[in-house]
């Protein structure tokens, strides 16, 4: 019928336009969760931080970080959580500055020992 527009056959460079707008669509997508593709650094002494690393500062020159605290009878101690304290692994409310930067809702662990009952005479 006259003035009805039958289809074309794509043209040249239409296969790569194709490309491209396909392309701008899966880094649209992608660019937000690029963190997500990062190659994880070694897990050396010294080695650059990942993401998800808690411990960022204490005592990183060694295999693990591990304290002993003894409790006796009355004792109470407060530890951190959070890894930010600068009386690690005691609590000294770092976790309250990190909580408002970061929303996250971290406090300490209270540890208690009970006093040992009074001995009868």
Known sequence: TP???????PGPGAAMRFFFA?????LLLLLPHAGAFRVPAPASRGAPLRAGVINDSIKK?????????ELG?????????CWKSGTFPLCNGAHVKHNEETGDNVGPAIVSVPKAPAAEE
């Open 3 to 9: 003035g009805a527009h039958s289809p074309r056959p």
């Open 73 to 81: 009878p009355g004792d109470k101690k407060v530890l951190c959580r």
């Open 22 to 26: 396909l392309l701008a669509a899966a």
């Open 61 to 69: 020159e060694e295999p693990k970080v591990v304290d002993m605290l």
